[in-house]
Nanobody
Framework: QVQLVESGGGLVQPGGSLRLSCAAS????????MGWYRQAPGKERESVAT???????NYLRSVKGRFTISRDSSKNMVYLQMNSLKPEDTAVYYC?????????WGQGTQVTVSS
């Protein structure tokens, strides 16, 4: 059973930065995609950034130029660097991994952007 554990969330002022980390229990190269999703109160979960095993990285339009997804395969880690944070980025952020047959989720980490 694959486990994904997020860390790095917290409270930050508008314009600030946070770096989220996702630790996978297995090789991240075994997944077709890894990514970050978020869910704000009263809203549906949405894809923030996805990184395929090979191919093009995709970002939610509202975070392009501010967020960067990356991975370290040697450590089985995926990261989300978030800069120029806005109050509307406030949400629970989830790490996601997809193989041919399965989808895995982390437990989520809260990001709050507020002055």
């Amino acid at each position: 059973q694959v486990q994904l554990v997020e860390s790095g969330g917290g409270l930050v002022q508008p314009g600030g930065s946070l770096r989220l980390s996702c630790a996978a229990s297995g090789s991240i190269l075994s997944f077709n995609y890894m990514g970050w999703y978020r869910q704000a109160p009263g809203k549906e979960r949405e894809s923030v950034a996805t990184i395929p095993r090979s191919g093009t990285i995709n970002y939610l339009r509202s975070v392009k130029g501010r967020f960067t997804i990356s991975r370290d395969s040697s450590k089985n880690m995926v990261y989300l660097q978030m800069n120029s944070l806005k109050p509307e980025d406030t949400a629970v952020y989830y790490c996601n991994a997809r193989s041919d047959r399965d989808v895995y989720w982390g437990q989520g980490t809260q990001v709050t952007v507020s002055s």
